[in-house]
């Protein structure tokens, strides 16, 4: 089409200009086979442009900035402009799936009080255990704030470290000085997802499921903890 149109009449021709639009904009979506967290996004390719976000049924998207600009977006549509007045090109948009979990295995050597004078051994511990992000806002403070690594891969590796933290604890309050192969199946035995929960609640997450493996509930020889010289 020509930059200008011209439409007889019949008392003569009218000039039609013909203005271009607004570009159209880029329409993003998040696939939940990519992944429970996703992101970051960095907005600056996007700058001068629109960005038509698309969030379904149990997504949110979080933007960040070096300004210390925050929003929090809920399922829904949103037509942003990005710079130039809108969200800030040097943002970072996160997206997560609330309704969706993601597993973590972990396996670590971890003490545990094993002979009547209390004196600490360790023995080999593993399993794994599936999570859903509650409050997506303290999900990435605690977790993906100021952290270098895609999101849920840092994720994995923080939490297979938190896991064993919390069983040795729980095992030496539950077992006390009694921490004999029996007892420990026993009280790990009695441990649910949700006896979890007040632990993974500061990083705002909940735990719908956990496993432990038969390896650490059969008897295995300790290995006494090394003494410093």
């Known amino acids: 089409m020509n930059d200008s149109d011209r ?3 019949g008392s003569g021709a009218l000039t039609w200009d013909i203005m271009s639009g607004e570009q159209a904009p880029l329409v993003w979506t998040i696939d939940p086979s990519d992944g429970v967290i996703q992101g970051p996004l960095d907005l600056c390719f996007l700058n001068g442009k629109l960005l038509h976000l698309v969030l379904k049924p149990g997504q949110v998207a ?6 210390g600009r925050r929003a929090f977006f809920r399922d829904g549509g949103y037509l942003l402009r990005i710079g130039a007045g809108g969200l800030p090109a040097d943002g970072l948009l996160y997206f997560m799936h609330t309704d969706r979990t993601f597993g973590i295995s972990w396996e670590q050597i971890i003490p545990v009080p094993h002979n009547e004078l209390c004196e600490p051994t ?3 511990a593993s399993g794994s255990f599936d999570v859903r992000i509650e409050s997506p806002v303290r999900f990435h403070a605690e977790m993906l704030g100021n952290r270098a690594g895609e999101g849920e891969d840092i994720c994995r590796d923080i939490l297979a470290k938190v896991m064993p933290t919390m069983l ?4 030496a309050h539950a077992c006390g000085r009694e921490a004999t192969t ?19 609640a500061p990083y705002g997450l909940s735990c719908t499921d956990m496993r432990i493996d038969e390896r650490f509930l059969n008897p295995q020889q300790p290995v006494p903890v090394a003494r410093s010289v």
């Open 7 to 9: 439409l007889a009449t």
């Open 62 to 67: 979080l933007l960040t900035a070096r300004e």
């Open 122 to 124: 360790t023995r080999l």
């Open 168 to 171: 040795t604890i729980r095992l």
């Open 182 to 200: 029996a007892k420990q199946r026993e009280v790990l035995a009695a441990l649910r997802p949700d006896d979890l929960n007040p632990d993974l």
